[in-house]
């Protein structure tokens, strides 16, 4: 298999950049001729020596302008592998080194006109087609990205970059379930490849699949993929699943290994502890992060629902506090510091807070329910059978709103 040297980023243009891509563009126009038709030459000793010597040349240039690619010098490359291309038009590989030069300087359209020469004269060679498909993509055609990926899997079914571009595009059209169908139907021939499961689970969580998505993580960390980045995802899947004791295995490593991981593992990590009823656990880990996140208003929210599960009342609302302070437009957050106030004897309080969360968001059945208890507990019975009612009306199968209203009316 030839060397494909990676697809670089932009570089400034200079003068001499600018020289140089004029140079690479007339070798290709010599050259895209000889692409399309180069056979009608008669047999000619010195011809075909000419021919064999302008091969060796090109090879020595393509070997450059690859090297050049690799480091970043695409103006060097672009001159060098159009020189190759007009040496030896009939290898494809200088084309595809060509468009792969003006992809990373960024000239879509110059590698746009190689490839579709290439596809011209070599129907067969995929890299042209899957190098096409890499330039829509980038310019958001989905429509024209998905025909060139097929074309490319198409003619080369045994690569699994092919196959991938193809799922992927098809999902970025729009069509996720259509994509993890093209991916299911290759199982047999890929399934021994990690990155053929990792890509399965990614669009599977793109979906909204998360039981599938935590399978096809499973399989590509079986397989070899063992990195942090595809144990987080598998961990947050498990944890989104609610199963949690899963999560912590995963979770835990995370955890342990990085002096300060991300929010959303924090947050996970708390949070399954708390389902996995390991309480204190969750406290100390939650002081923890909250050291290491000091304004990240979820991280508070979790520390004073802990801090009230451990009957740690002053605790629960210095944290609530600092969660609403971090987190001013989220309605759950007032309504557990109301919450709190409430049980803290502070009904005044409570109805200040509670009123804030039902300015934000009045269809909270949770925030109706307390505002009927404050409303309660000050003497109102009026306004606090009004809340139950509107959670009833929210919520039909509400079972406290039915016995608070009951009590209410007894």
Known sequence: ???????????????????????????????????????????????????????????????QASADLYRGRVGDAIHLAGEAVTLSPTQPAH??????AYIAH??????RRVLETLRESHPQFAAAAYLLGTIFERQRDWDRAVDAFRQAVALEPDVLEHLLAF????????????AMRILRDQLERFGSDAAYHLARAELAREAGELAAACDSYGRALALG????????????????LGRHREALLQLEPLVLDQPSPDQF???????????????RHAAD??????????????LWLLLARTHEILHERDDAIAAARRATSFLPDSAEAHVVLAALLLADRNPREAERVIRLALALDDSKVEALLVHGRVYERLGDRA?????????????????????LLSRLTE
């Open 1 to 63: 298999m030839s060397f494909k040297p990676p697809i670089l980023g932009n570089e400034p243009r200079s003068v001499a950049r600018r020289r140089t891509l004029c140079a690479g563009a007339a070798a290709l126009c010599c050259g895209s001729t000889v692409l399309i038709g180069c056979e009608s030459f008669q047999s000619d000793p010195k011809q075909e020596a000419r021919l064999a010597w302008d091969a060796q040349r090109a090879a020595l240039k393509y070997e």
């Open 95 to 100: 084309g595809e080194l060509l468009a792969r």
């Open 106 to 111: 960024g000239d879509h359209n110059a590698a």
């Open 167 to 178: 799922a992927q595009a098809v999902a970025q059209r729009g069509d996720a379930i259509e």
């Open 225 to 240: 993929i063992d990195d942090p980045p595809t144990r987080r995802s598998l961990a947050l899947c498990l944890h989104w």
């Open 265 to 279: 593992i924090m947050s996970a990590y708390a949070a399954s502890l708390l389902a996995t009823r390991q309480f």
């Open 285 to 298: 880990w939650l002081q923890r992060f909250t050291t290491q996140r000091p304004t990240a208003g979820s």
């Open 383 to 403: 306004a606090a059978g009004e809340s139950y009612r509107l959670a009833l009306q929210l919520d039909p199968e509400q079972a406290l709103a039915t016995q």
